[in-house]
T-cell receptor, first 114, second 117 residues
Framework: AQKVTQAQTEISVVEKEDVTLDCVYE???????LFWYKQPPSGELVFLIR??????QNEISGRYSWNFQKSTSSFNFTITASQVVDSAVYFC???????????FGSGTKLNVKP | GAVVSQHPSWVICKSGTSVKIECRSL??????MFWYRQFPKQSLMLMAT?????????EQGVEKDKFLINHASLTLSTLTVTSAHPEDSSFYIC?????????????FGSGTRLTVV
């Protein structure tokens, strides 16, 4: 069965620190998609990245980077030089190849203090 | 591209009344839309999958007579919370399956915060 685990419930860092949010997933599918979303206090889900199971290249987008490791079924998210505006709940999610089901992790609340 | 509009963003209603939440895909057609519920400090829980022109598929434990879903067109799905009670107070968020745009996959609405008093 598909499952996404975000073991870190809440993380607090001081501005400018780097922080890594962990995501471990389980699936029997060979083709699947992994996502990261940001949910600020206002509630909307902000899409950050989508990665398909055949693309293990790490990605960097500004201060954000993602490390996809199929060998360990992990899709970790790193924020470099964190800012107060990064404070939010971050969700990792897994989708079946046909997008029929979408599985969310429990989320990690990130607090970035000035 | 691939924008989903959800209305209202918040609503307060009296116990026993019904509330309708709309989810529209603005620049694409969505044959499939999804409705989620999120309790405070918890993850999103899939309630049902809405397919255009057919009955919605509800997840186990979700009362279909309580949460009526209608997907009458390729751009609109509605969730009606019938005879709302305080325990229905929650954050409801929809998503639509987009087949274009850089975030191929799910596009989420901005959510509706329902408070039943």
């Amino acid at each position: 069965a598909q499952k996404v685990t975000q073991a870190q419930t809440e993380i607090s860092v001081v501005e400018k620190e780097d922080v890594t949010l962990d995501c471990v997933y389980e699936t029997r599918d060979t083709t699947y998609y992994l996502f990261w979303y940001k949910q600020p206090p206002s509630g909307e889900l902000v899409f950050l990245i989508r990665r398909n199971s055949f693309d293990e290249q790490n990605e960097i987008s500004g201060r954000y980077s993602w490390n996809f490791q199929k060998s360990t079924s992990s899709f970790n998210f790193t924020i470099t030089a964190s800012q107060v505006v990064d404070s939010a709940v971050y969700f990792c999610a897994l989708s079946e190849y046909n997008f029929n089901k979408f599985y969310f992790g429990s989320g990690t609340k990130l607090n970035v203090k000035p | 591209g691939a924008v989903v509009s959800q209305h209202p963003s918040w609503v307060i209603c009296k116990s026993g009344t019904s509330v309708k939440i709309e989810c529209r895909s603005l620049d694409f057609q969505a044959t499939t839309m999804f409705w989620y519920r999120q309790f405070p400090k918890q993850s999103l829980m899939l309630m049902a999958t809405s397919n255009e022109g057919s009955k919605a598929t509800y997840e186990q434990g979700v009362e279909k007579d309580k949460f009526l879903i209608n997907h009458a067109s390729l751009t609109l799905s509605t969730l009606t919370v019938t005879s709302a009670h305080p325990e229905d107070s929650s954050f409801y968020i929809c998503s639509a399956l987009a087949d274009r745009g850089h975030n191929y996959g799910y596009t989420f609405g901005s959510g509706t915060r329902l408070t039943v008093v």
